[in-house]
C-alpha cells in the first residue's frame, strides 16, 4: 500500500540526548514536511523540503534539524537544544509544494524523561 | 491563511448524516476549502477538498456556498468509526503551503 511510514511509534528520550524521528513515503511525492502537535493544540510546522537536498525552516525550527538525501526520506532530529520536546510529531508530503493536498503520516510520540 | 470558525462540538445518531460546518468569512479567491479529521493519536486524515463547486468523494461531500463564506461537510451516513475531531482550513497553497491552521475543530460523536 503506499503511504506516509514514522517510526517509532513511541519514544521516550533522556534529558541531553538527540533522537531522530524516521519518516518514509512511497507516494512519489516531491514536498515533504514535519509538524509538532501539543495536547489540545493545531499544528506547527517544523520543517518543509520542496525537493530533494533542500529544505526550510518553519514557524518553529530551533532545535531540530533534518536532511532530505532521498525523495522519500525525510528523518527528523530532535536535538538536545530542544527546550520542551515531549509532543506529537506528525510528518507528511504533497506531490508538489505548490496547491496540492498534504497526507500525513500516523505520528510519533516523543517523551522526554 | 484566512481564520475558519466552527462549532466547538456536535453528535450524531448512527446511520443519520452528520452536516459539519464551518465559516470563513475572509476566504480569498484563491484559497481553497479543506476538510481534515483526526482520531486521537492518529495523524490526520485528509477527507475532501473544494474551491467554489460542491465536492464529492467516497468519504464525504462538500457544500460552499455561492459567496464562498461558509461551507458544510456532509457524511451521508455516520459510523461509529467517524467519532473524530474534524478541521475546516483554508488555504492558497504557494509560500503559504505547508502552514495549515489547524484550530480547534469540531468534536463529532456519533452515538449508537
Known amino acids: 500500500d503506499g503511504g506516509i511510514t514514522q517510526s517509532p511509534k513511541y519514544l521516550f528520550r533522556k534529558e541531553g540526548q538527540n533522537v531522530t524521528l524516521s519518516c518514509e513515503q512511497n507516494?512519489?511525492?516531491?514536498?515533504m514536511y514535519w509538524y509538532r502537535q501539543d495536547p489540545g493544540q493545531g499544528l506547527r510546522l517544523i520543517y518543509y523540503?520542496?525537493?530533494?537536498?533542500?529544505?526550510q525552516k518553519g514557524d518553529i525550527a530551533e532545535g531540530y534539524s533534518v536532511s532530505r538525501e532521498k525523495k522519500e526520506s525525510f528523518p527528523l532530529t530532535v536535538t538536545s537544544a530542544q527546550k520542551n520536546p515531549t509532543a506529537f510529531y506528525l510528518c507528511?508530503?504533497?506531490?508538489?509544494?505548490?496547491?496540492?493536498?498534504?497526507?500525513f503520516g500516523e505520528g510519533s510520540w516523543l517523551t522526554v524523561v | 491563511d484566512a481564520k475558519t470558525t466552527q462549532p466547538t462540538s456536535m453528535d450524531c445518531a448512527e446511520g443519520r448524516a452528520a452536516n459539519l460546518p464551518c465559516n470563513h468569512s475572509?476566504?480569498?479567491?484563491?484559497?481553497?476549502v479543506y476538510w481534515y479529521r483526526q482520531i486521537h493519536s492518529q495523524g490526520p486524515q485528509y477527507i475532501i477538498h473544494?474551491?467554489?463547486n460542491n465536492e464529492t468523494n467516497e468519504m464525504a461531500s462538500l457544500i460552499i456556498t455561492e459567496d464562498r463564506k461558509s461551507s458544510t461537510l456532509i457524511l451521508p451516513h455516520a459510523t461509529l468509526r467517524d467519532t473524530a475531531v474534524y478541521y475546516c482550513?483554508?488555504?492558497?497553497?504557494?509560500?503559504?503551503?505547508?502552514?495549515?491552521?489547524f484550530g480547534q475543530g469540531t468534536i463529532l460523536t456519533v452515538h449508537p
Open positions: 507528511a508530503s504533497s506531490i508538489g509544494y505548490s496547491g496540492n493536498t498534504i497526507y
Open positions: 507516494l512519489n511525492h516531491d514536498a
Open positions: 523540503s520542496q525537493i530533494v537536498n533542500d529544505f
Open positions: 475572509t476566504i480569498s479567491g484563491n484559497e481553497y
Open positions: 473544494g474551491l467554489k
Open positions: 482550513i483554508v488555504n492558497a497553497g504557494g509560500t503559504s503551503y505547508g502552514k495549515l491552521t
